[in-house]
């Protein structure tokens, strides 16, 4: 069974309380939790340890559990935290007669992250170092899971296609974009585009020019006369070409949007290791060239190849300095750090799933740092390639995918009807290619494959030989960058361009324009429309009626549309220059009806306060305390209704709806009813 929760919702709390229940009730003997690396470990160990799972107690209080460091299981474990690849070496041991590893040892099994081993998730494959590559990852991975006779749960953000093969398609899910609107996710601001002269126009280097030629595996630099044309691309940057002078650019932009001693956090997503420790150089010159004298530790590299990545990270989570962390995919998944609120892209992903990791890194709840929203600044253009085949973002265009993208989706397809469609659209994209190849290009196209490129479309491409097609590539997984890029660099050899970059431009996008009066002149144009939903004419004139149903339906049906709360905020702040905090029917009330626009928990405070007044003599000091708590609900959530009431704090700690209504004589929806009427009653 497959549970898709959002980043950041939950997924192992709720786990936690499944575990509870399930052993409470005998329903299982005992439950395996496999995580895939020692980090995540960890965490799930703490939580087990803290989290109260049921009366005053913890699972670790409850239950004897068996952690990481114990390999062994005894008969009065119920449950066992493991990562996969002990339990791999567990299960070669086994075989080889070592030891026993019965098939009933579990009863349950519980994959957290259950999307890993992706095969564009690449820092994966350098923590596992057992592995020969991805391929056995998912191998070793699978055989895990089959070898018990057990109920299998996979937890995760992010199905995928070899998710789903195995464990079905979810049962359950809960969205990013729900979440956002129920108010347990934070949303993000439009996107900051940073572009520089290279990222724009590319880096390119005619035939006969001596450049630079470096072996990234023995780090050996040779200076080569090119035989053949280059061109490069943002995506090739610090992979196919070493930029320092666009990295130095980036960072100098990001010290004018980074302050040292801020309380957020910022996440830097590098190509690899030596691109990582770059970027870590060119920030700290570029925040000490603006602020001054900054803190050595206020940056660190986090990646697997850090001197113990682990405490690296428990201190990038726990302590207010370092404020940045520099990695490559080492935090993309299941390191729970709330107080990051930025996120800088410095590499480019053909991942879905990875980037939706990667967003999902900031979008936790942090009120001990009043974050509200979090900010992207985008360097390569990930978010426009990705934004619209992301569940994190309405789908609205297809996406300009690459032959290499495409390429690597065949390697690890092996559905049928999904092989032949990925050959298809490939084939496509070859035949337009093919014939513009350079002629060195084409000569490392003839040697690669025994075929020129004339005889390849004729008797592989036009016969549809699909078997000859995908074997090709497969056997030269990277055929399908030298047709795209039509160059002759060897699959290890990069191009240092040590030249300086220059800015062209940070812009902020708001679904589709740069001008934020345009996106303002068509939100205010669409919701007087007769085109907008009846709820947003609800929202005009009765906001107080608005259900939680209904307030989730009304900002789903804007976002399809492009309007979201945080991008409305982020368009009136550049406009007007004040930074209103408002919820989605002030911006809606405001535009269409010109009432004043007001943060929303000023409104809150205010409604309070009014209700307060009212009646000063019903107000006893429970009371009181009361509203407080449920005006600190509606501030977080931006609403409140009698599932609110039930749930969380209010269960626990002042029994839930029942109770709290008898504290109110069995008045309380009436004044929640005032309360809210009271909130979007404007100002006198």
Known sequence: MLVAMATGTGKTVTCLGLIERLLRNDRFKRILFLVDRLPLG????????????????????????????????????????????????????????ILVLDADLYDCVIVDECHRGYS????????????????????????????????????TATPAAHTTQIFGAPIFTYSYRQAVIDGYLVDHEPPRTIRTQFSTFGIHYDQGTEAQILDLETGQVELHELEDELNFDVDDFNRRVITPGFNASVCEQLAQEITPGDRGKTLIFCVNDAHADLVVDSLRSALTAVWGEIDTDLIVKITSKSDRPSELIRRFRNERIPQIAVTVDLLTTGVD??????????????????????????????????????????????????????SMRPVIKSVDITAEQLAAELIAADEPEHLREIAEQLAARLQRRLLRLTPAARDAFTATTGRTPNDFIHQVLRQQDWREFVDVFRRNPDLALLVDKGTVLQPREAVIHDHDDTLIETVTTYSGTRDPSEYLRTFQAHIQSADASELVAVARE?????????????????????????????????????????????YIRHFADAAPLV???????????????????????????????????????????????????????LGGYVRLNSMFDGDLTQVLDQLVRHIWADPA
């Not at 003599?617 to 609403?639: M, Q, V």
């Open 42 to 97: 960890e965490q799930v160990e703490e939580k087990f340890r803290n989290e109260i799972a049921h009366g005053n107690s913890t699972l670790s209080q409850i239950y004897d559990i068996a952690t990481l460091s114990e390999p062994k299981v005894e008969a009065t474990t119920r449950v066992h935290i493991a990562t996969i690849q002990s339990m791999v070496k567990r299960l070669a041991d086994h075989e080889n007669g």
């Open 337 to 390: 750090i709330p107080q990051v609120d930025k996120l800088v892209f410095l590499r480019r992903v053909r991942s879905r799933i990875l980037f939706e990791q990667m967003l999902g890194r900031a979008t936790r709840l942090c009120p001990e740092i009043d974050k509200e929203q979090f900010y992207i600044y985008d360097a390569v253009g990930v978010y426009e390639a990705l934004e619209p085949v992301t």
């Open 542 to 586: 009765t906001p107080w009626t608005l259900t939680h149903a209904q307030m989730s339906e009304l900002l789903s049906g804007l976002e399809a549309r492009g309007f979201t709360e945080s991008a409305l905020r982020a368009a009136v702040r550049e406009t007007s220059g004040r930074d209103f905090a408002a919820r989605m029917v002030g």
């Open 599 to 653: 943060a929303f928990e000023q409104r809150v405070d205010a409604a309070a306060a009014s209700l307060l007044a009212e009646n000063r003599d019903r107000w006893t000091p429970i009371r009181r305390s009361i509203l407080a708590r449920i005006c600190a609900t509606i501030k977080a959530h931006g609403y409140i209704d009698t599932e609110l009431l039930n749930d969380g704090q209010f269960r626990q700690e």
């Open 120 to 155: 564009l998730d690449r820092e994966l494959s350098t923590i596992e170092l057992e592995f020969r590559n991805e391929a056995d990852y998912l191998s070793a991975y699978r055989r895990v899971l089959d070898h018990f006779d057990a109920v299998k749960v996979g937890l």
